[in-house]
């Protein structure tokens, strides 16, 4: 393997940090070469996420964070704060049906007084691999072929069974879980881990849960092939009808917080987007009410040019160092500049509700008007104007360690899988099974094998399972 110039590729599969656990650092040109890459390889559709519907709202505090965060919009009971919803599926085109087995994306930006903060994540908690890294493979492993430009089940468990630590979240997708037709009626998951700081400096690791009012519901392998032929938009159908009808959506935000310093008191790594926090050891914690009450009234305009980005976040909440996050900090910005343009933040649903006051300016479709002849700092000619922030960040962070390319110290890549396997009742346990034998079916018998042998480090009944009905 080498790079777009030739030189030579040693490690493919972990991002430079410092240390094992480390940030992710910007001189790693390999990770940077291969998500801008990737970014560009489609217009003008997203390359995931390309369907979706949308819904604007507001964000009500339940219960005050100030002890865990200083975050503005998070203080004082009652607070209010103007959101937008997206909710999409995450590999199929534009054209796809919403019923098809795929994660959900469930993308909330919060339009606060410190600037919009988008909380970008899933309908499932848990994500196939650990390290952005890997990224680019894994979503050219789920898309269409390149030769026939077909869906090919042996690419997908190709690469799900080379990756082990996706096998957690094979037992969410290949549920019943993974086959939804309400947006009204599924869950939503922050899946990496971030950290609120209060005004204290404290810090502490954040996971995000929503919960939806109207409850939790998923439909069968059965009934989502059904809907694809039938009606295929029917989740994105039931949103708009409920808000054109006048009637309102609501999830409730839970929270899951850890003190940092707790980080490696256990035996899974909460930095790893392909677990799970136990709530037995953190509890949830309700924040707050997000009630959607408006549909939008232009879907181009204010739907499919919506970008968010995880890297868009306010004092009070900052990025961890997961290792899957810290790519998606650069690649989310760098690919709607690619698909939108430059100044895709000046478009209305991006743009902030407060000022925005810089030095950044000009570009494709550029209209904001910027008044006077200084555009630059330091400068004497606008009392040096825009003035900086004069509240320094106080929480500074020492990071120490060899610069590297390893897998995190703490993987193992099954025993949450098991535990989830073992944790659906019989009928869901039943619905696993069968889907997964449904698929693997499809594919060629040594990865067949391979499945299995992941399936049996997980649980062993559930590979044996499996292993039956393939009659391996």
Request: aromatic residues 10%; neutral net charge; proline residues 5%.
């Amino acid at each position: 393997m080498t790079t777009n110039q030739g030189a030579p590729i040693y490690n493919d599969s972990n991002s430079l940090t410092v240390g094992d656990r480390g940030p992710t650092l910007l001189q790693d040109i390999q990770l940077i070469e291969k998500l801008s890459n990737f970014n560009r390889e489609r217009i003008p559709e997203r390359v995931v996420h390309a369907k979706g519907a949308g819904a604007y709202g507001v964000f009500k505090v339940h219960n005050c964070m100030k002890k865990y965060t200083e975050a503005k919009f998070l203080q004082g009971q009652g607070t209010e704060t103007a959101t937008f919803v997206r909710f999409s599926t995450v590999i199929g085109s534009k054209g796809s049906a919403d019923t098809l087995r795929d994660p959900r994306g469930f993308a909330v930006k919060f339009y606060t007084e410190d600037g919009n903060y988008d909380l970008v994540g899933n309908h499932i908690p848990v994500f196939f691999i650990r390290d952005a890294m890997k990224f680019p493979d894994m979503v050219h492993s789920f898309k269409p072929s390149p030769d026939t430009n077909l869906h090919d089940p042996n690419r997908f468990w190709d690469f799900i069974t080379n990756s082990p630590e996706s096998t957690h979240m094979i037992t969410w997708l290949f549920s019943d879980r993974g086959t939804i037709k309400s947006y009204r009626k599924i869950e939503g998951f922050g899946v990496n881990t971030y950290v609120w700081v209060n005004n204290q400096g404290e810090r502490h690791f954040v996971k995000y849960h929503w919960k939806p009012l109207a409850g939790l519901e998923t439909i069968t392998r059965d009934e989502s092939m059904i809907l694809a032929g039938t009606d295929p938009d029917i989740a994105t159908r039931d949103l708009y009808d409920t808000l054109n009808n006048g009637k309102t959506i609501e999830y409730d935000l839970f929270v899951q917080l850890m003190k940092e310093h707790e980080e490696l008191d256990n035996d899974f790594d909460p930095l790893d987007a392909t677990k799970v926090w136990p709530e037995r050891l953190y509890p949830l914690i309700k924040v707050g009410r997000l009630t959607l009450n408006r549909a939008p009234k232009d879907f181009f305009t204010e739907v499919e040019q919506a970008a968010f980005c995880p890297a868009n976040l306010i004092p009070g909440i900052e990025a961890s160092n997961d290792k899957l996050l810290q790519g998606r900090l650069f690649a989310y910005h760098d690919s709607q500049r690619y698909r939108i343009g430059k100044n895709f933040e000046q478009l209305q649903v991006n743009k902030p509700k407060v000022q925005v006051d810089n030095n950044i300016e000009d570009g494709a479709m550029n209209y904001h008007i910027r008044e006077g002849k200084v555009n630059y700092k330091p400068n004497s000619l606008n009392d040096n104007r825009p003035i900086e922030n004069k509240e320094q960040n106080k929480n500074m962070v020492f990071i120490e360690g060899k610069i590297q390319r390893n897998n995190i110290p703490i993987t193992d890549d099954f025993s949450q899988a098991g535990d989830r396997y073992r944790a659906f009742s019989k009928i869901e346990q039943d619905h696993l099974v069968d889907n997964l034998i449904d698929d693997l079916l499809k594919v060629d018998k040594f990865i067949q094998k391979k499945a299995v042998i992941n399936f049996m480090k997980s649980d062993k009944e559930l590979g044996t399972r499996v292993k039956d009905g393939l009659k391996l």
